[in-house]
């Protein structure tokens, strides 16, 4: 059974003088949702936005606003990313002693809770709270920058993923992959199982229509041969 694609543009390579006309470009090219990457010089070694750009951005579209998390303690600010417009939030699993509370803490905001794996964290996270989240997040590239090399074993990790999703009636969970996506790469991607396809510099740099029509090219036809 083939899943629904969706193509997540990460604001993080936009440029920020002009998000509105950047947002404006994603809903032409038909992005399905927009990632917003939130970084707080701690769990990465990079400092990016907080609520108050998500806030900024949220009367800009009806995109859903997919906020991904790599800050330390994400479960003090959870309120806030919902007042400022999540519709869903990723919190990485390295920086959780108390996952379950974080996610049901999420999902009482009735929006939808994922976790975000790093590159070499083992799937037994995803295993455990796959029943407690709407959507998985494997990171493809170490978290903090834009614009880094695909990492290869990421698509054995996805695969184990579907697989385990498939065989425990999970399928309706998205697999979320970031980091390092582009048009030349998605087909394996999407081969491996993933199907919510975040990409920054693949997206923006260039023509954003256009590189989002042919991302979304790219990664159906592959699910259609699936
Ligand atoms: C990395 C971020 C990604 C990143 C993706 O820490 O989580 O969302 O912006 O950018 P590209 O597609 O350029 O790797
Ligand atoms: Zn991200």
Redesign the pocket.
Known sequence: MTRKIKIGP?L??ADFANLALEVKKCEKGGADLL?C?IMDGHF?PNITIGPLIVEAIRPLTKLPLNC?L?IEKPEKYIEDFVKAGADMISVHVECQNHLHRTLNLIRSFNIKAGIAVNPLTPLDYAFEAAEYCDFILLMS?N??????KFINSSLKKCETLANFLAQNKLKHIDIEM????KIKNVSKIVSAGANML?????IFEGDVIQNIKELRKQAESENGRL
Request: glycine share 30%; proline share 4%; aromatic share 4%.
């Open positions: 990460s993080l390579s990632h990457d990465v991904h790599m590239v978290p903090g920058f834009g614009g880094q970031d980091g390092g996506i975040v990409s920054g510099s693949g």
